[in-house]
Every structure is written in structure tokens, then in C-alpha cells.
């Protein structure tokens, strides 16, 4: 956690004369936050295209596929993508603008054989793996998994006849198991999941909330300790303005709207680390299926970095137990502050 020197005050002010995603530029406190420079990147939709300057008006190169995997050589800024990224990346062959591609990395994992009764949380290590219906690898597939999701993991099968090891994960929503190689997915220990600024009181943390700005800050007292860039509710699903408090929590959600009468379907399982603070099912969360914060385009919810929602997740309360799958607490949490 970082005292970012800024009181909330000032940013509040800043906030309402409506001149607060300029201050912030200046005091360079969107570099300031940014996270590590990730060497790979996936392409989220299909025909990223590359051009051969960080530029839309410059000459296009090719197009890049659903999910293909590229080396990110460099982080620079260049045309403005939406009105708080200038960020782009060089990558093997052109320039693409970085909110195209989720920022991943390939990390294999040793198998953890022993995990607890109530079972144990787990994130998707590598860009993307897919999951088997049965722990063979000439099984029928499941559905594709990808990097920083998390998941329930039930336990760990050995196939001796094939010499492989796989993670059971359970989906609580669709009821069923799917089998994961081990060596894809980081199981998150204990200490992970503890409550951040546990001394300081309830009454002193405020999450606020700018959609002008698309900004997500959070203050203990007078201090800003966080902030970070998000994706609000676009149009027809706006994210509600005023009061509201963190009342129920889970650190791995699968997340669709199959059931409604809309042309914009979506089906994501094991969104991470998933801060409600609606009961319409409004909440902060990690987002592996874009990279285009400062820009309205959830279905109400605030989207942010895996990361990020997990920082937002442990701090606020409830603080969720280990080995809870859901925490509902109607009338305490963490307060937040949409304008």
C-alpha cells in the first residue's frame, strides 16, 4: 500500500470542479501506480490489428487472432486510445494499442498435493489453459481458462498411466467439475487473503468512485492510499451513483447473463476477486477480458486489473474467511462513494 500524498480533500475538490484526471497527469500518479511491465500479451477479441507506429492513422500491418499470444518488447505512449490511455506496446512485429491485449505472463507452477477439505483457491498462471471434463489429456475439453482468473480447487488427481496431475476445480453456478493441469495454476496461500489496514477503523475508509474520470481511490482518514483506472457501465447498464457499502463478497464468481432477453450475452467463470456492493449484483472486480480501463464498457459493474480488485477486496470488509465461497453481511462493509 502506497501514501500517495494527496488528501482527500484536495480530491474531492479536484473531483467536483471536474479538472481531477488533469491534477493527477501532472502529479504523475497514474505512472505511479502502474503495475510491472508484463512480457506477453493476448489478444482479447479477433483482429487486433498491428500497425508499424504507435499510431491508428499509421500503415497496418496484419491482424491478430482471438487468444494468439505475443512478446511485449516494450510499453510507450502513443495516439490516445481512450481519453485517460495513451499506452501501447511494440511487440514482435508492429505496435498495437495496449488496451487490446490483457497483459500475461507464462508461469508454470509445481503441483501441490495435499489441499484442505474445504478446498483451496487457485489462478490461472499461464495466458490460457483449457479444461478437461475428465483428468486425461485426451479428454473432452471444458471450457477455456485465462490468466489471473480464480478458482475452487477441490482437490489433486494423479493419472498414473499417463503420468500427468490435475487440479478438480468445482463451478458453484453450473454445479460441475473440470480438471485443470497442475502446472497452469498458482494455488493462493493463507496470508494472501488477510484483511489489509486491519487497524485502521471502518469509519475511515472511503472507496471513491469518479465515472468522469474513471477512477477508483481509496482514503484512509485524510490520506489517498489507492488509486487506480476502471471500466464502469456503458450505455443502457450504467454503474448506480450514491452511497453504498461492501456487504458481500466472493474471491471467484462465475459471471453471465444467459438467462436474459438481451443480444449482448457474456459467460465468465471464475471472475476474480468480486466486491459487491448492490444487490443487483453490482461490484468491483478483476477483468480478464479486456485491458481498456478509463473507458465505459461493463454491464454495471466496476471493472479493474486482477490485481487491483484483489487489493480492493482485501481491504474493505467483510473480510471474507478462508475457505468461504461467499460472505453476506447485509448492512456492514466498507463504504464507497459514486459520483
Not at 478446498?119 to 475439453?141: C, D, F, K, W, Y
Not at 478458482?151 to 468445482?170: D, P
Not at 463478497?249 to 448492490?278: A, I, R
Request: negative net charge; contains cysteine.
Amino acid at each position: 500500500m502506497t501514501n500517495l500524498n494527496f488528501s482527500r480533500r484536495d480530491f474531492l475538490k479536484l473531483s467536483a470542479s471536474g479538472v481531477l484526471g488533469l491534477a493527477l497527469s501532472e502529479l504523475g500518479i497514474d505512472r505511479a501506480l502502474a503495475a510491472p511491465p508484463a512480457t506477453q500479451g493476448r489478444a482479447t477479441y479477433s483482429g487486433v490489428p498491428l500497425y508499424d507506429a504507435p499510431s491508428f492513422k499509421a500503415k497496418e500491418m496484419h491482424l491478430i487472432g482471438i487468444d494468439q499470444v505475443v512478446n511485449i518488447q516494450a510499453e510507450l505512449e502513443g495516439e490516445e486510445g481512450n481519453p485517460f490511455n495513451k499506452a501501447w506496446y511494440k511487440v514482435d512485429d508492429g505496435y498495437t494499442y495496449a488496451g487490446w491485449l490483457q497483459p500475461v505472463e507464462t508461469k508454470f507452477q509445481k503441483p501441490i498435493y495435499q489441499i484442505p477439505a474445504e478446498g483451496q483457491l487457485g489462478e490461472i498462471s499461464v495466458p490460457m489453459s483449457e479444461t478437461r471434463l475428465s483428468p486425461h489429456t485426451n479428454a473432452n475439453n471444458g471450457y477455456r481458462l485465462y490468466y489471473g482468473s480464480v478458482h475452487w480447487v477441490k482437490r489433486t488427481v494423479i493419472t498414473r498411466e499417463e503420468k500427468s496431475i490435475w487440479y478438480e476445480i468445482f463451478d458453484s453456478e453450473i454445479g460441475k467439475s473440470f480438471f485443470v493441469p497442475s502446472y497452469n495454476m498458482r494455488l493462493i496461500p493463507n496470508e494472501e487473503l488477510t484483511l489489509l489496514s486491519p487497524d485502521i477503523p471502518e469509519s475511515e475508509k472511503l472507496i471513491h468512485v469518479d465515472l468522469s474520470t474513471q477512477l477508483v481511490t481509496a482514503f484512509e482518514g485524510d490520506s489517498m492510499v489507492f488509486s487506480s483506472r476502471c471500466s464502469s457501465g456503458s450505455k443502457g447498464t450504467r454503474t448506480p451513483t450514491g452511497e453504498f457499502l461492501t456487504y458481500h463478497k466472493g474471491p471467484s464468481v462465475h459471471m453471465n447473463n444467459q438467462d436474459e432477453d438481451t443480444k449482448y450475452h457474456y459467460d465468465l467463470p471464475g471472475v476474480p476477486w468480486c466486491s459487491f456492493f448492490t444487490g443487483y449484483g453490482n461490484a468491483f472486480h478483476g477483468t480478464y477480458w479486456h485491458n481498456d480501463y478509463g473507458r465505459p464498457r461493463s454491464h454495471g459493474c466496476v471493472n479493474l486489473p486482477s490485481e487491483d480488485a484483489k487489493w480492493i477486496y482485501r481491504w474493505t470488509r467483510p473480510n471474507v474467511p478462508v475457505g468461504e465461497d461467499y460472505l453476506h453481511l447485509p448492512g456492514e462493509g466498507t463504504r464507497v462513494q459514486i459520483v
